[in-house]
Structures are given as structure tokens and as C-alpha cells.
């Protein structure tokens, strides 16, 4: 690692990072921001702001999150009852033994050691998974074309047995911030949402089964809230979350931009009579400019974030550098809205 840190590359960076450092110090750039940040802590916007933050939300007294704890402690209830009667089964004492073997393996392993060293448990490797979704999905339709249609639901019901599992083993805490349910002032609005969505599918909709292939397409996203609300348990979470999305909107970015560079044929059904003169769009794997667009567009803030999260001047440099490629991208796109 001294090597490393010693040899003529990393003394090259460092050199150029100090000197981009010193001369945005020195920039009216700098010095405007240097003063805006000197004068924001006394700052009557930030006392509104802190004001806001701090300020208890009365979705935990309502009675929406009283339903939420009743549902919560039945569950409870219910396994405290039914896990010994489990336990005692022969299906349980056999995938508890096949476990028990994957794990010791597991945990000998290098992968494993490692896992643990740095907290990779299960639970954190299903957020991993959910936020690779397009990766995976990607994957999927190109090689096991047999699961393209119904791997994310089959996925999408496994987590939820695994967050039912881990209420009815009494493994799942409260929330973050001590409260026992995990209501949030945004579930009301879109189970709402989701409600007239339905209500206007079952009036409206001439064709029911192109409607209810559409109805679920756009409410499936919707219930992964719900969902990942109930598996981020600390920061630690949220941060394998958001730097797994960030990082693969970093790649597909790459691959965008690699797209353009080269010219690679646009999607057929995504050209106009007004873009014959767009020499390409960029579309990564998402077969789909727009949905490339609105996706990396999710992830700059998250790049954005992560520069004023980190210390080190070579992480901040790599952070904007990877914002800036974001955009880009997005401008390759041609997306528009």
C-alpha cells in the first residue's frame, strides 16, 4: 500500500488535486462560496431549515401508523406461538441444517471473511440486489429469456416473506428514529395513488388484461417503497443503497457515452421524423433514452452528495468528475422533460 501511495501516479495526482484546490481557493468561485458557507450557519435560512428537519411529524400519533403497530404486533404475536411448534418440524430441522452447512462454508470462505469484516450481511445483500435491478435485468432478458417475465415479481415476493420473517422471528427493529412503526408522511399519498389507479382500470379500461399488464408495470415500482422502508435499518443501509445506484448510473453513463462516441444504432422505435438528423442517442441497457435520462438524472445528486459527504480531496475530484460525466450523458441522451 506505501508503494502504491509513493509511486509516480499517486504523487502526479496528488500534485494536480492540491493545485485545483489551491486555485479554487483563490478563484472568485471560491471565495464566493467560501463566504456564503461562513455566513449560512448563523443564517436565518438555515435556522428555518433545521426548524423544518426537527420538526416531529404527526404521521406517528395518526391513526394509520395505530393500524401499523396493531398488524405488526399480531404478526408478533402469531410467531411467538407458531415457532415452536416450527422448530419442531421436519422441514424446519432440514433447511435449518442445509443453512447451518451453507454458512459455516460461508463464513471459512475468503468472500465470507471479508463479508463480515466489513458488516456485507444478508439483509444488506438484498439492498444490493434491488438497487441493481437494471443490471440484473438486463442479464436476465438477454441470457435466462425464461424468467425475463417473471423474475422481479418472483423477486419483489421474496422479500416480501423475508420481511414478514424477520417480524414474525422478532428480528426486525423499530424504526431509525425509535418509532415502532415505519409509517411515513408519503405512505398515505401513494397507497391513495394506487387506489384511484385501480378504481379508474376497472371503469375505464376496454381491454382489462393490456390494462392490468400496465396497472401493475406502474404500480410495482410504487410498493418497493414500501418495501425498502422496512429494510433500512441504519445509515449503514442507505449507504450501500445509494452508492450501488449511484455506481451503476456511473456505468451505464460510460456505456452511454461510449454508445454515442461510436454511433451505435438508436432503437428503432425511438426515432422520429424530427431526429433523422441525430447522428445517435445514447441508451446504455436500457434500450431506452428517456428511461437512461430519468435514471442517471436520479444519480448525479447522489455523486453531488457524496463530494460534500467526503473529506479527501481525491474523493471529492473523483465525485464531481463522476457528476460531470452523468451530464454528459444525459445530454447524449436527447431526452427531453
Known amino acids: 500500500m506505501e508503494a ?9 495526482w496528488r500534485y494536480v ?40 411529524s ?28 416450527i422448530r419442531q418440524s421436519l422441514i424446519y430441522k432440514a433447511l435449518n441444517y442445509i443453512a447451518s452447512f451453507i454458512l459455516r462454508v460461508w463464513s471459512g470462505s475468503f468472500l465470507g471473511k471479508l463479508s463480515s469484516r466489513i458488516g456485507f450481511t444478508f439483509k444488506r445483500f438484498i439492498i444490493v440486489l434491488a438497487a441493481l435491478y437494471l443490471p440484473l435485468d438486463y442479464f436476465i432478458r438477454r441470457y435466462i429469456p425464461s424468467l425475463a417475465s417473471v423474475w422481479d ?39 391513495l395513488f394506487i387506489a384511484v389507479s385501480f378504481c379508474l382500470m ?19 415500482y410504487m410498493l418497493w417503497f414500501y418495501v425498502m422502508l422496512r429494510l433500512l435499518d441504519d445509515e449503514k ?30 432503437p428503432a422505435g425511438w426515432v422520429s421524423q424530427t431526429e433523422q438528423g441525430v447522428r ?6 436500457t434500450g431506452s433514452p428517456n428511461i437512461l435520462g430519468c435514471y442517471i438524472v436520479m444519480t448525479v445528486p447522489i455523486f453531488a452528495g457524496l463530494a460534500y459527504r467526503f473529506k479527501s480531496y481525491i474523493t471529492k475530484v473523483i465525485m464531481w468528475a463522476a457528476v460531470i460525466l452523468e451530464c454528459l450523458c444525459v445530454l447524449v441522451t436527447f431526452s427531453r422533460g
Not at 502504491?4 to 499517486?10: M, P, Q, S
Not at 479554487?24 to 443564517?43: M, T
Not at 422471528?169 to 398515505?188: V, Y
Not at 376497472?202 to 410495482?220: E, H, K, W, Y
Request: proline share 4%; glycine share 4%.
Open 4 to 12: 502504491l501511495k509513493n509511486c509516480i501516479f499517486a504523487r502526479v
Open 17 to 56: 488535486a492540491l493545485g485545483a484546490h489551491g486555485w479554487y481557493e483563490e478563484s472568485v468561485l471560491g471565495r464566493i462560496c467560501c463566504r456564503i458557507s461562513k455566513h449560512y450557519e448563523s443564517s436565518r435560512m438555515k435556522a428555518i431549515f433545521d426548524r423544518f428537519v426537527s420538526k416531529n
Open 58 to 85: 404527526s404521521v406517528y400519533t395518526s391513526l394509520y401508523s395505530s393500524i401499523l403497530a396493531f398488524i405488526s404486533s399480531l404478526i408478533v404475536k402469531s410467531g411467538d406461538r407458531l415457532m415452536p411448534l
Open 153 to 191: 415479481e418472483l423477486f419483489f415476493c421474496a422479500v416480501v416473506m423475508y420481511i414478514l420473517c424477520r417480524i414474525f422471528s422478532r428480528r426486525q427493529r423499530n424504526a431509525p428514529n425509535g418509532e415502532k412503526t415505519r409509517a411515513t408522511p408519503l405512505d398515505i399519498p401513494i397507497f
Open 202 to 220: 376497472c371503469l375505464n379500461s376496454p381491454i382489462m388484461s393490456i390494462a392490468i399488464d400496465g396497472f401493475r408495470a406502474t404500480v410495482q
Open 237 to 266: 443501509d442507505c449507504v450501500y443503497l445509494e452508492i450501488t445506484t449511484a455506481v451503476v448510473g456511473l456505468m451505464m453513463s460510460l456505456h452511454g457515452i461510449y454508445q454515442y462516441i461510436v454511433a451505435a444504432p438508436i
Open 280 to 285: 445517435s442517442r445514447a441508451f446504455s441497457i
